[in-house]
């Protein structure tokens, strides 16, 4: 089965510094594409920045990018240059698209990592 | 605006009572889902639909019902409340290709007394 793995359940970092978060994930599909949400106190579930499996080049979106090492099944998400703005909730998800032959699509997300800002 | 929308967005209910969620989105995706997101065990898929009049069970299915007779619209029931049933519930849609079409509502928050 497909699983997600986040084992930093708490980070913190200084603002203006970088920030790793972790995730790994484990699948036997050659087609998949992996994801990054941020989740505020507010609780809407935001969009970060998305990877497909037989992408060469990491994504990168404005302070974010993934670090894909697909060797390692590993896509970490990088922030550069953190703010205050930066505290929430953050997943990894993976898209499983199929099901014994049928298309699901199902995001499958990680635990979550709780990023703490500090200034 | 476009997007997904959830009704209530709070809930308190008594255990044994009953109650549905909606979910509606105006993007004509084919692909809906509910999430129930409890705190340490990130966002787990109660069921889902990959298109109208279909639905399929997901990771966490017992207790739940869902329904999926219009393609905008996406039910979630509760026959008999417990209080493991207290959770945020998320639902989300997807279009049929491109890979960050994922919509999420602003989700629900129920709890069972």
């Known amino acids: 089965a497909q699983k997600i793995t986040q084992t930093q359940p708490g980070m913190f970092v200084q603002e203006k510094e970088a920030v790793t978060l972790d995730c790994t994930y484990d699948?036997?599909?050659?087609?998949?594409?992996l994801f990054w949400y941020k989740q505020p106190s507010s609780g809407e579930m935001i969009f970060l920045i998305y990877?497909?499996?037989?992408?060469?080049q990491n994504a990168t979106e404005g302070r974010y990018s993934l670090n894909f090492q697909k060797a390692r099944k590993s896509a970490n998400l990088v922030i550069s240059a953190s703010q205050l703005g930066d505290s929430a909730m953050y997943f990894c998800?993976?898209?499983?698209?199929?099901?014994?032959?049928?298309?699901?699509?199902?995001?499958?997300f990680g635990t979550g990592t709780l990023l703490a800002v500090q200034p | 605006n476009a997007g997904v929308t959830q009704t209530p967005k709070f809930r308190v209910l008594k255990t044994g009572q009953s109650m549905t969620l909606l979910c509606a989105q105006d993007?004509?995706?084919?692909?809906m889902y509910w999430y129930r997101q409890d705190p340490g065990m990130g966002l787990r898929l109660i069921h889902y639909?990959?298109?109208?009049?279909?639905?399929a069970k997901g990771e966490v299915p017992d207790g739940y019902n869902v329904s999926r007779l219009k393609k905008q619209n996406f039910l979630l029931g509760l026959e008999s409340a417990a209080p493991s049933q207290t959770s945020v519930y998320f639902c989300?849609?997807?279009?049929?290709?491109?890979?960050?079409?994922?919509?999420f509502g602003s989700g629900t928050r129920l709890t069972v007394v």
């Open positions: 990877q497909g499996s037989y992408d060469e």
């Open positions: 989300a849609s997807r279009a049929p290709t491109g890979f960050h079409g994922y919509t």
């Open positions: 993007m004509n995706h084919e692909y």
């Open positions: 998800a993976m898209r499983e698209k199929y099901v014994n032959g049928g298309a699901t699509n199902k995001l499958i």
């Open positions: 639909s990959v298109g109208e009049g279909t639905t």
């Open positions: 699948t036997s599909d050659q087609s998949y594409g």
